[in-house]
Every structure is written in C-alpha cells, then in structure tokens.
C-alpha cells in the first residue's frame, strides 16, 4: 500500500492488531479510494508504538488509521506524533486506546461505531423476531419429542402482531433498532434519561420509566452506555418485573447486568435471555447459562465479522478524504463521548 509520498496530502499509517485484520478491513475499493486522495508511509501496520522504527513513523504521520488490539496513544506518543492530525478509529470505541491528550493537542477522533452498529442492530431484529415465535422453546421441544412434537398454533402469548419492544438505551445503535423495528406493528417503549417524551413521539415511540418497560414489554433489548450510573443498572429488581416468558437481550456490555440476578431468574426458568455479552467474558466454564435450554449464548459475535467488516474500513477511508478535502469529520468523537463510550 506504499506510494510515493506527495507534499500536502494525508500520510497515512495503520495501527492495530496485524496485517492480516487491515487487509480484511481495507478491501480494493477502499484502498483505491484511500491513495487517491493520501499517501501510506508504512508498509505494515504498527503493533506497538514504542520502538525506533514505529517513532520514525509517527513522526512522519498526519492520519493514523486505528483498529482493534491498537496500541494506546497517550502523551508520549503524542510527542513523537508532531503531524498529527487525524486518528480514524475503524472499529467501535477508541476508549482503550486513546488518551484524552488527543484533545489537548486539537487532534481529530473519529470512530466507524455507526458502521459496526448496522449489524448489531441486525443480530437484534433478528432475536426480537425469533422470540415472538419462541424459536428456542420450540427447538428445544422438537428435539426432544422429534416427531411427536405439535406446536401450539393458537397460543396467545406468540407471534410478532402488535407485540410490545422494550429498548433501553437511545444510544447510536438503540437508534438503528429503533429504525429497523418501523416496520413491524411493536409498540415500542424506550427508556433514556436523555431523551424527552415529544423527542420520543418524533422516533414513533413511547417514552416509559425503566420499570414499566420492564413490567409491559415481551422483548427487552439493551442498548445503554456504560456509565457509573449505569453498570449493574438491571439487577434482581429490574427482572423481577418481566413477565414470565418475555425475553432479555443483551448487546450492549455484560457489567450493566447483575449476573447474579439474571442466573437466578433464568435458572427458574422464568424468562429467557439472549447474552452477546456478559461479565465476566467469556464465563467461567462452568457457569449454568452455558447448559440452560432457555439461554442463547453467543461469543460477541454481534458486531462486525468477515463480509461486514468492509464497511468499517470504508468509513475510516471516508474520513481521512474529508481530512484532504479541508471537510468536517462525519463521526468526530468529542471529550465528552469518550467518557460516555462502552
């Protein structure tokens, strides 16, 4: 991806996990786009950013593309980075990797957390909807009782007609399940301290406190950032409210979830759960919720894999072309937001 450097425009280098993960991410179009507009300083990405040769590049570093295992880049790597002036996180949050100094220096954050959320609004449409059916109950049923098993077609409490959502959180990816469940026929209630009742009305849905979600909802999806506020905010409380079969889905991050309470109540057999993410994570190998029929485990699969990882790359891309062009970030991440990410 090397080119000869031209004077005045972006010079770009990688830092993340390997080679191998920047080429999945950076596909022909997008690496096309990206040297028509900058210049590649380095051959290989940077996995650290301490040694002479990664100096050597920093220095010569306007925009540096980020990704995920990207070492951190705090003030003494900033002092090794006179140029810079773009960081383009592509992948989700910069949390881990990025230090406030950033923002003493004046330098541009941007973060492709829009283009990762797509699928993890995805993965959530997907669970809502096979849990108005009971998918998992019915698949547990059939494969114990094989040929013999009839499905109740009359139960009142299936099916995806008029059935209540209940989404937690209006955060960027709250938002994008908000707009794939319009649609459907949900009524849909959202809890967000941030979020007034009209601003509410104005995404066609109704604005309901965290216990009456709870208390009406079939489907329980969350989407809040981590917080101080927030960690621990669904506990035995919370889940004791649900109403027997309903189901909670959590895409979000595990330690906004008393886990204890959550075993319990599915241990019980009360509700049923779809964990992406958990705490800690992965489980212990032990933990019951592997075994329960009433939990769906999956390994935070929720975000960006193989095919969709393309999309990542290319808002990355996008925002080192609005650097050459003098245009405005579309995803900037503020000092405030920082603290506010997962």
Same mark, same amino acid.
């Given at each position: 991806m090397t080119a000869d450097l031209v004077p005045n425009r972006p010079q770009v280098a990688f830092a993340m996990a390997s080679n191998e993960l920047r080429d999945r991410l950076f596909g022909p179009a997008a690496r096309q786009r990206l040297g028509a507009v900058a210049d590649v300083v380095n051959e290989d990405v940077l996995t650290e950013l301490d040694s002479p040769a990664a100096r050597s590049v920093l220095a010569r570093t306007t925009a540096l593309i980020t990704g995920w295992g990207s070492p951190r880049i705090d003030a003494e790597v900033l002092e090794a980075s006179p140029a810079l002036a773009l960081i383009a996180h592509a992948a989700g949050t910069v949390k881990a990797h990025v230090a406030e100094e950033c923002w003493d220096r004046g330098i541009t954050v941007t973060t492709a957390a829009q283009a990762n959320g797509i699928p993890v609004a995805e993965y959530t449409l997907a669970y809502i909807l096979l849990a108005g059916k009971d998918a998992a109950g019915a698949q547990q049923k059939l494969r114990a009782q094989r040929s013999s098993y009839v499905p109740d077609m009359i139960a009142p409490g299936l099916g995806n007609a008029r059935g209540t959502i209940g989404i937690i959180g209006a955060s960027r990816i709250g938002r994008l399940?908000?707009? /794939? /469940? +319009? $649609?459907? *026929?949900?009524?849909?209630? /959202?809890?967000? $301290?941030? !979020?007034?009742? !009209?601003?509410?009305?104005?995404?066609?849905?109704?604005?309901?406190?965290?216990?009456? /979600?709870?208390?009406?909802? +079939?489907?329980?999806?969350?989407?809040?950032?981590?917080? $101080? *506020?927030?960690?621990?905010? !669904?506990?035995d409380k919370e889940l004791s409210l649900m109403p027997a079969g309903a189901t909670f889905i959590n895409t979000a991050r595990g330690v906004l979830v008393d886990h204890d309470a959550l075993r319990a109540e599915l241990l019980a057999g009360r509700i049923n759960a779809v964990l992406d993410v958990t705490a800690p994570e992965p489980l212990p190998d032990d933990d019951p919720l592997y075994e329960l029929p009433n939990v769906t485990l999956t390994p935070h699969i929720a975000g960006s894999l193989g095919n969709e990882l393309a999309r990542i790359g290319e808002l990355a891309v996008e925002e080192v072309v609005r650097l050459a062009s003098g245009g405005t970030p579309e995803f900037a991440v503020t000092r405030q937001a920082l603290l506010d990410m997962a």
């Open positions: 399940v908000l707009e /794939l /469940l +319009k $649609p459907f *026929s949900f009524e849909v209630l /959202l809890c967000d $301290p941030t !979020i007034t009742a !009209i601003e509410a009305a104005g995404m066609g849905v109704q604005l309901a406190s965290l216990a009456e /979600l709870m208390t009406r909802s +079939k489907v329980v999806s969350l989407h809040a950032p981590v917080l $101080p *506020s927030t960690v621990g905010m !669904i506990g």
